[in-house]
Nanobody
Framework: QVQLQESGPGLVKPSQTLSLTCTVS??????????WSWIRQPPGKGLEWMGA???????YYSPSLNGRTSIWRSTSQTQFTLQLSSVTPEDTAVYYC????????????WGQGTQVTVSS
């Protein structure tokens, strides 16, 4: 059973870079069964897929974030990191990491989510 846990600061100032790490247990992020995603939910809105990193290490990003996103994996093979640059209050959201199960075509495990607020 894959388990995921997000970590990072809960408050970021406007124009700064948000950085979150997801720690994975029950699998390594190089296993070819999964892609590893970041997803967020702003208050009162739906889920937004931000990007993912493949088991190969290749990242994929949502074009809606206009190139502000970077995702990479650690050498430990148990963590992957999200950075979102030039944040504004509109980036305030609950941020989730999740595993995309390639075989069944769905996000089958999620972290509990972490609240990030962008405010001066």
């Amino acid at each position: 059973q894959v388990q995921l846990q997000e970590s990072g600061p809960g408050l970021v100032k406007p124009s700064q870079t948000l950085s979150l790490t997801c720690t994975v247990s029950g699998a390594t992020i190089t296993t070819n069964s999964y892609y590893w995603s970041w997803i967020r939910q702003p208050p009162g809105k739906g889920l937004e897929w931000m990007g993912a990193i493949a088991y190969s290490g290749n990242p994929y990003y949502s074009p809606s974030l206009n190139g502000r996103t970077s995702i990479w994996r650690s050498t430990s093979q148990t963590q992957f990191t999200l950075q979102l640059s030039s944040v504004t209050p509109e980036d305030t959201a609950v941020y989730y990491c999740a595993s995309w199960n390639i075989r069944i075509g769905t996000h089958d495990s999620w972290g509990q989510g972490t609240q990030v607020t962008v405010s001066s």
